[in-house]
Every structure is written in C-alpha cells, then in structure tokens.
C-alpha cells in the first residue's frame, strides 16, 4: 500500500506503499509481494518458504545471534496467530473485557481441534490495561469448531461496529511509542488502511483507558491522516467511521510533498490579531513504505519475491518521506519512524542520515524502559550494503568468483540428479522458488530445495542452522565496502546510490542503539522496526496558546529554517518499484491529479435549519455552533450535515480565499478527502404532518454532541426499556410500556435522545450509562441502530440476540463497502484479516466483501455458554407497520 510515498497497494497490481511494499501488489507495499497481475489470490500452498539469499543476506548482516538462526527460520515459517485490540474508552471497552475474562477464556479452554488441543484468547503482555489480545487456532478450526465460530463472529461483529480492531501485534507499536495526548495535532503521514490512524484517535479521544469516564467527546487536538493513492484514502474513510471523530481529517497527498499550510491563530494576548501561520505538528507517524519482509509469516509470496535491490530502491523515499515529517514537526515534538521490514537500508541507515541532516536538533529517545515486558532488540550500529547484482560487483576476489562458479556448477548437477524425484513429491515443480544468485542467470541456484534433497539422498547431516558450515552452502552476496568501491566498481551504479547506505562511523555516537527490532521468534509476531524521535526546544519560549484557538493554533507555531532535504540522488527505477508514480502534489500543482471532491463549507448558525436544530434537541450555550459543515456547491443543507471540532475548523479555513466552489485554499493545497463525523440527517414529512425539526441526530455524532444537549430535553430510560427498544422495530406508542410510554407520548414528532441509567433487568446488569438517538413518529418509535449495531449490542448486554426470534447475530447486509448477497457472517480466516490484511485487496472497501460466509450457521456455534442467563422481553420481537405516519429513518 503506497503509505504516502506513492504506489498502488492491491492484491493485484499495486506496488505498495511508495515502494517495495505491496498489500498484495507485486513487490509492492506494506508486507511485500503477494498477489498477481490479475488481482487474484497466489496458491500459497506453491510457495516454498525459503529463499537462499534471504538467509544469506540476514546471516552476513548479524541481525539475530547465529545461535539463534534455527529459532527464528523456524517463526519466519509458521502462520502469525490472530491479534485484535479492543477500542479504548468506548463504553463497550469494560463490557468486552469482562466478556473476554469471563465468558470467552473460559468458554475455550477445552476445546481440541484434530486431536490437539487449541489454546484459548490470551493477553499481550505488554499492551497497556488488557486491551490486546491473540489466539493461536488453525484457520480451519475457525470454520469448523462451533465454539471457535461462534468466537470468531463475536470479533467480525464487534470490529465491523468499531469496538475490536484486527491488527498485527506489532502493528500496534508505533502508536503507543508516539505517547499521543488530547491537546496534541498529530500527523499519520503514510496511514491507510487506517489501522494506526484508529489507535491515534483513540488516544486523541481517551488516552489507553478502559473507562468511558476518561472519553474526551471533542478534544483540543486533531488527527490529520493522509494516504498518496485516492483508493486507499477512501478506505481510510471507510475504517475510520467504525470510530467516528469530529478530530479526524482525511487527505490525499504524497508524504514526502506534504505541503506547507497556514492557519488562523490569535495569541492570547489582549487586542492581539488574528494571524495566519505555518502550522506544525506536536506528533508524527511515518509508517514509511518497505520492502515489508518483516511480514514474510503472512505473505509468502515475499519468499519468491525478495532481492536485497528492494530495499535499495526504497532507501531514499523513505529519508524524504522522514524529513519531511521532521520538518512539519514542531519544536519538543515527538515523530516515530517505522517499518515491517528487517533491513538495516531501510532501518538505521534511513534515521542515521536523518539525524545526520539535523545537526543535532533531533536525536533519539531510550524507550527502554517503556513497555518491559515487550521484548526487543537494539538498534544495529554497523551493517553492509549490495546494491546492486553481477559478477563484477565481487571485485577482483578470484575466490569469491570461483566459489560461485563451484555453487552454480553444484547446482546443475544436483538439479539434474533429483529432477524426476522433486517432481514427483511436489509435482512438476510445484512449491519451488527459483532463485537468483549474484552475477548468474535465474534458476542455476542450487542452494535451494534440490540441494537439500541432494544432501537428504546422500545422507549427509545438515548443518546447525546458522553455523559456518550452514552459511557456506548459502549463495554468496555482492557486498560493497563503501560508496568509493561502488563508484570503482559500476560508476554508472553509483550515480544513483545515495552514500546514506553505508555507516558513516558516527552510529554509536547518533544514539542508533536505541532503535527498537523487533524478530519473530521472540514473542511470536512479525517483524518490525521502530525509532522514536525528538525535536529539540527553541531557544526562546514558545508562543502561549489560546484557548480559542485550540490544538490548531497550539501547533500553529511561526517555525525557524527547515531542516535540509536529503542530498541524495533517487534511483527513478527504483521510484517505478515503489510506486505506480502516481504524484498527488496537490490542486494546481504540477503533475497533480485532479482535484474533484466536493466542497467543504460551514454553515452559518444563523442558518434556519440549524436554527432549528439548536432550538429543537436544546443545545447548550456551550455547544460550537459554528462547526456544522456541508458537502455541497450551495454551501446549504440539503441532506446531511457534518460536524467537526473547532481545530478541524482552523485548518479547514485556513490558508486564505478558495477557487471555484471551494470557499476556503487549504483543503485544495491538502487535496482534502474527508473530515469531522456525519452528524444529521434530513427526515422529510408527509402532507399531513409538519416537522418542528426535519434534521434527526445520527449515532456517529452523539457521543460528541450529547454533553451539550440541555438535561431536560433528554429521555431516561432503564435496561428494560432498552431492551423493549432492541426487541422490537417501530413498535406503536401505545405498546411502549410504564414512565417511558408516557414522556414519548408527550413529546413532539422527531429526533430525540435517550439515556439508558445503570440498571438491571432479568439478571443482567448496565453498569455504565448509554445515549442513543430515536426517532419519535406520529404513532411508533424507532431506535436508530441498524440490525448489526443492534445486535451487537444485545450480544454485549445479554449474550444473545433479542431482536431475532433464533437469538443468533444478524449481519448489515453493506460490509466493507459492497452489499453482500446474503447478511451472513464471514466465517473464513480473511473476515478475521485485520485493517493491515484488508488493505492487499486490490480496492480496499472490497476487502472484507471479497469473501462471502456460508449460508448455514449450526446453532451450535451460536449458543451461549450454559452459564449465560436467558433475556426475557415483555413482548416478542416485532415489526409494527404505521402508514398513517412520518416514514420511520433508515438507521445510519
């Protein structure tokens, strides 16, 4: 996936993250190869899971202890265990931890899958307040076990609401080390799918808590999350509403180009004037594009795919992409840099020469002591660099050149001597990976699986995995000293490869060891690199904030000289190889894509229809009026209306007069996707009826906008009503029972809001308060939750579905984008895909919908376990028709 730098991530034909890393793409994106031209799906089942220059090119660089080479082959090898978290400061986060500890775990321990048994859910040790969890089960046992599907459509319902998010366990990293605080403007340079812009927002909003208590429903601060490729931008929306924020910007532009904005700020000064200025960040992520072999464990097509040139070609995007980040990062600002690949190119060489450039003012921050029970290794303080392939790369080392000439002759002979065998087992080749060795043609290796049987048939023992003798029966990798040998060597090479790929001999003094890598065999995740950096204070004190201004103008801060851009020299091919050199400069911008969404204007609140909303749900004084914002030529609300926070506002206004429809430049100059949360929607009345309010508040919405609702205009209700509410679609008003009968009945047609108070109802209890809207018809009342919200929240409140007569889960029949043909849960490994693995198909809101369930779904995978009490209602499940009233909304 082109995280920012450009390219295409798709299962098909994209070429990944700005470069070598490819969700799917041909040696593209984010976790490597994977896919082919057609968009389909490799048989995986074909791809051996080695590659000789793998080995031999990690074994050189001394990234993992030789003793430890078995181990971590052997991880490298084995399928990655499923890892979720839970949403963090949501009222549903306290609910599924109690259902995991208590109904889940326990509900598992006995399970056995082909004899063996399967473990149980299990904490990550060093994920703050039990909110990350994994399982271990074969994804076959997910299908066919009735207590492992019953489980696994508890976390395809619960992420397709936003409350678990699927994602690889060191995924989650880079987040947590960016130490993102509510009054912060943060920047997710390279963010689609979106899976660490969600971890962002919930720190925004509620930094790791478990309590719904801590949830900041519209914090000072913003989240500006930004992806190269439109598609891919359009799925950031798309994960994004599973967590609906006011805070949240989306746009479209190539990271190492993010432009310059300016913004409104008033200092806090008395009489001073409002003024544009640079904005600046107080963190940023750059999850940079790479050649992703870290995620090997998940796409083995990276074992056919992988050349040590990926990471070549990838180096100096990547320091733009990285210097860019630093320069929009304000001063005592934080960025973390970070990768899914094991190389040192793309590691420490990329922050070294960045450091570098900085001259002193950025240097890295000891997270040692951070996260204990995380195990991690140290940064590399010395590594080697191939950047290229040929005989003449070896120099003049008639040994090295004859060793090859040896293996290659090996080679052939043992390629011809167990052909017919190798057939036979896997046949006709299948499984095979042909490699090239430096300097020689495809396919002479003989390194590879013929060799090995070679040696099996011969009765040799196999050497210690890691050992001497092991290394030498590895292909032999062109390693150049330094960029002066290369320009010796290949001076044609060497005017495209930067000097950054070599140590410099300052790396200890650069701090490089405390740089975090993280293997795969030290606690059973993929791999992964992270480095937290730091901008020094200025030396004068910072500009005071104003309150009004907000996380906006707190970042807004007039910055000295920018730090210099990486003096290197980009290879075009490798450019090519990084993306699908599709530049998003910008509006107006040379080679720039167009421009075509539709305009982003605020809407005055002396507008009538707001006027109407303020008065009808009795807002607060308090409530920001201003931030109602429309998608529309006439700057006018006509269906829906949206809401963002004040510091979204700033940005959106900022940068002076607009062109066209546009009222406002900066969304232009950040190619401005999305922002802020759907807040209303219109509810036209018949004839016979005339509204007060035509707007209705949407849930997305209510979780920011409930505490500036008046206390008297909301409805409370008991765990009983609400389970009427769930049970029961567009009951008539004379059905709804008690006190709650009675104020429906004496409030006007249309939207209102309900507090459901902690009570207990048959044996269940709420312990924390919920809000949600309704819709109060001429004769019945609707709950405005579609059938998957709903049931989801009956599962969390009962462990069961008092919606549906059988009790089981319903499914929306829109996932991921695209109507399924039938609403049934997915039950294959993919629906369980985190954002990261929906992101390789080839459009990413087909991602989910790509595989469609099985139509049958045994009770026995939805019964609850026995322990779980039965919900009664006061009456069954019905759908009440009512034509003499206003048509009931569609839940949003």
């Not at 544009?276 to 999850?287: E, S, W």
């Not at 910008?586 to 969404?597: I, S």
Request: some cysteine.
């Amino acid at each position: 996936m082109a995280r920012g730098g450009g390219g295409g991530r798709g299962r098909g034909g994209g070429r990944g993250r700005g470069g070598g890393r490819g969700r799917g793409g041909h040696r593209g994106g984010r976790g490597g190869g994977g896919g082919n031209a057609n968009g389909q799906r490799q048989n995986y089942a074909a791809i051996a899971m080695r590659n000789p220059r793998l080995e031999a090119y990690y074994l050189d660089q001394g990234i993992v202890d030789p003793s430890e080479w078995g181990a971590f082959m052997e991880a490298l090898r084995t399928p990655l265990p499923s890892t979720f978290r839970i949403t963090a400061g949501k009222h549903t986060t306290s609910q599924l931890i109690k259902a995991m500890k208590e109904i889940y775990v326990p509900f598992l321990e006995n399970v056995t899958y082909e004899g063996e048994t399967v473990e149980p859910p299990k904490n990550l040790p060093w994920y703050p307040e039990q909110l990350g969890w994994h399982i271990k089960p074969k994804k076959a046992a997910l299908r066919k076990v009735p207590e492992l599907k019953r489980f696994h459509h508890f976390l395809v319902h619960e992420t397709d609401i936003g409350s678990i998010s699927r994602q690889e366990a060191v995924s989650m990293l880079p987040p947590l080390f960016l130490d993102v605080q509510p009054h912060h403007l943060v920047l997710d340079m390279c963010a689609a799918p979106g899976s660490k812009t969600a971890q962002l927002i919930e720190a925004l909003h509620s930094p790791i808590s478990t309590s719904p208590d801590s949830y900041e429903p519209m914090p000072a601060g913003l989240v500006v999350a930004n992806d190269s490729d439109a598609v891919r931008a359009h799925l950031l929306v798309h994960q994004a509403q599973r967590l609906p924020s006011p805070n949240l910007i989306v746009t479209n532009l190539d990271a190492s180009k993010f432009p310059n904005v300016n913004v409104p700020w008033k200092a806090a000064d008395e009489g001073a004037k409002v003024q544009q200025v640079a904005m600046r960040f107080d963190r940023v992520l750059a999850d940079v594009p790479c050649s992703g072999d870290g995620t090997v464990r998940k796409n083995m097509p990276i074992w056919k795919e992988w050349t040590p040139n990926n990471a070549v070609g990838l180096h100096s995007l990547q320091l733009k992409i990285l210097m860019k980040g630093l320069n929009l990062l304000r001063d005592g600002g934080r960025l973390v840099y970070s990768t899914c690949s094991m190389n040192p190119i793309e590691n420490e060489a990329v922050v070294a020469e960045a450091l570098r450039l900085s001259k002193g003012k950025v240097k890295i921050v000891d997270c040692s002591g951070q996260m204990p029970e995380l195990i991690r290794r140290k940064g590399m303080t010395t590594w080697k660099a191939a950047p290229g392939k040929g005989a003449h790369l070896f120099g003049k080392s008639k040994d090295v050149l004859a060793k090859q000439a040896a293996k290659a002759a090996e080679a052939t002979e043992a390629a011809a001597s167990t052909s017919a065998s190798t057939s036979a087992a896997k046949g006709e080749g299948e499984g095979e990976v042909e490699v090239e060795v430096e300097g020689q043609a495809q396919g002479e290796e003989s390194n590879g699986a013929e060799g090995e049987a070679d040696a099996e048939a011969a009765g040799e023992p196999e050497p210690t995995p890691g050992s001497p003798e092991y290394r030498d029966k590895l292909p032999e990798i062109a390693w150049i000293d330094n960029w002066d040998q290369l320009k010796e060597l290949d001076p044609s090479l060497a005017s495209t490869t930067p000097r950054s790929l070599w140590p410099a001999g300052d790396e200890e003094e650069l701090g490089l060891q405390h740089c975090m890598r993280l293997y795969p065999h030290l606690q059973d995740t993929g791999g992964f690199f992270v480095t937290v950096l730091e901008k020094g204070e200025p030396a004068s004190k910072r500009v005071k904030e104003d309150d009004e201004a907000n996380a906006a103008a707190a970042a807004a801060v007039a910055t000295p000289d920018e730090l210099p851009a990486p003096a290197t020299r980009e290879d075009k091919h490798a450019a090519d190889r990084a993306a699908k050199h599709s530049t998003n400069d910008g509006f107006g911008m040379p080679g720039g894509l167009p421009y075509k969404e539709d305009p982003f204007a605020y809407v005055p609140y002396t507008n009538d229809q707001i006027q109407s909303v303020l008065k009808f749900f009795d807002f607060k004084p308090t409530f920001p009026k201003h931030n109602f914002l429309v998608r529309n030529p006439e700057h006018n609300p006509v269906r829906s209306v949206y809401f963002t926070s004040t510091a979204a506002r700033a940005l959106i206004t900022g940068g002076g007069e607009g062109r066209g429809p546009h009222p406002h430049m900066n969304p232009l100059h950040l190619r401005l996707i999305n922002c802020g949360v759907k807040a209303l929607g219109k509810q036209d009345a018949g004839k016979e009826v005339q509204l007060e309010c035509k707007w209705r508040i949407i849930n997305d919405a209510l979780l920011s906008m409930r505490p500036h609702i008046e206390e008297r205009s909301i409805i409370r209700i008991d765990l009983s009503d609400l389970t009427f509410l769930i049970a029961n679609y567009f009951p008539t008003l004379d059905r709804v029972p008690g006190a709650f009968g009675e104020v429906l009945r004496s409030r006007k047609i249309g939207g209102h809001v309900v507090d459901v108070v902690p009570s207990e109802h048959n044996g269940h209890t709420l312990d924390d308060a919920l809000s949600f809207p309704i819709w109060r018809a001429a004769n019945s009342v609707h709950l405005m939750l579609d059938k998957q919200e709903r049931s989801a929240l009956s599962f969390r409140l009962y462990d069961t579905d008092v919606s549906n007569p059988d009790g089981t889960r319903q499914f929306s029949a829109q996932q991921g984008g695209k109507p399924k043909k039938k609403p049934e849960p997915l039950t294959t490994e993919e629906a369980m895909a985190d954002a990261e693995d929906a992101a390789r198909a080839a459009a990413a809101a087909a991602a989910v919908a790509a595989a469609t369930a099985s139509t049958s779904s045994s009770s026995a995978a939805e019964a609850a376990p026995a322990a779980v009490t039965a919900v009664t209602t006061d009456t069954a499940p019905t759908t009440t028709a009512t034509p003499d009233e206003v048509d009931p909304p569609a839940a949003e």
